[in-house]
């Protein structure tokens, strides 16, 4: 995945319609003129062969050297790090509020089968999943910031400014959990062994928490680690609805200014992130479930 990751980021100065010398004289503010760009290509190493300039970049990105931002000529890698922050508070916060209401909500509605309980948290589960996560956030905006004052409208730096975001981004992946959650809890109860359990004596509770949640939990886990990757990529509009300072609003202002070596750095770490966040979930995953773990003979079961 980063191989073929860092040979798309390359590939995405060469295939924009834009020359990227021009991009760099626009964004330095010097007249685009054939010799400038001239100068630009061999200052860029552009002027040398593909194999030749990929190789030459990889070498570089292996060192965390990402060159410089053609807006400000900071290191982008330095400038990556300092709004990296951010963004990993926003997507930690999100994902609590996963954690926290859709483990809840999951449970619930499998426990209230057929209930109106049930049809609520499946009407809201379809609703969430649904609704554009800048449009849910221009709501929350108009109503708990303009027109109740309740938080602060943009802007970050108390707890409070993180509220507002942080539930926008979780929203769609709480509704995507709980029915997922539920949905498994309701096939684990028409295993086997339940039906074992409860021929053997043992209280519905007991059941319930200590083994069927257990085995639901599974697919839950690598569905919030799944997550973790996609609120991070997801966090470049709400960031920008919210004017929060993280990756995804320097992203969007490397976007419109065509600040390439920003855009290369940001699509490769973003990778990165998130190869490392399932990596991290099938680790869970063999805590969960030892099963999964080789096993004597050199086979797997």
């Known amino acids: 995945m980063l191989a ?127 609704l554009p996560s800048y449009w849910i956030g221009y709501l929350l905006l108009y109503a708990f910031a303009l027109r109740w004052n309740l938080l602060p409208v943009t802007g970050s730096g108390t707890f409070a400014h ?20 539920r949905s498994t809890l309701l096939e684990e109860l028409n295993k086997p062994y339940v039906l074992y359990a409860r021929a053997r004596g043992l209280h519905e509770r007991t059941i319930f928490w200590r083994h069927v949640l257990r085995h639901a939990l599974a697919p839950v886990v690598t569905a919030i680690g799944m997550s973790a990757g996609h609120l991070l990529a997801g966090a470049v509009l709400v960031e920008n609805v919210f004017a929060w300072p993280g990756l995804g609003r320097y992203f969007v202002t490397a976007v419109f200014s065509r600040d390439y070596p920003v855009i290369q750095c940001y699509v490769l770490l973003l990778t990165a992130m998130f190869v490392g966040a399932n990596l991290l979930v099938d680790v869970v995953q063999i805590m969960l479930n030892p099963r999964l773990h080789a096993v004597k003979g050199g086979s797997r079961r």
């Open 4 to 130: 073929a990751a860092s040979l798309v980021t390359f590939l995405l100065v060469h295939l924009v319609p834009v020359d990227p010398a021009e991009a760099y004289l626009q964004a330095s503010k010097i007249p685009v003129t054939p010799s400038a760009v001239a100068a630009a290509r061999m200052e860029l190493g552009l002027d040398q062969p593909w194999a030749v300039q990929f190789a030459n970049w990889l070498w570089r990105v292996l060192h965390a050297d990402f060159g410089f931002s053609y807006l400000s000529r900071q290191p982008v890698w330095q400038e990556m790090m300092t709004h990296m922050p951010a963004t990993l508070e926003l997507t930690a916060a999100a994902i609590c509020w996963v954690m926290m209401l859709a483990l809840p909500i999951g449970i619930y509605t499998a426990l209230k089968r057929g209930t109106l309980a049930d049809q609520a948290g499946r009407l809201f589960a379809y609703i969430g999943a649904s």
């Open 162 to 181: 993180l509220l507002l975001p942080s539930f926008t981004l979780a929203l769609g992946h709480i509704a995507i959990v709980s029915r997922l959650l």
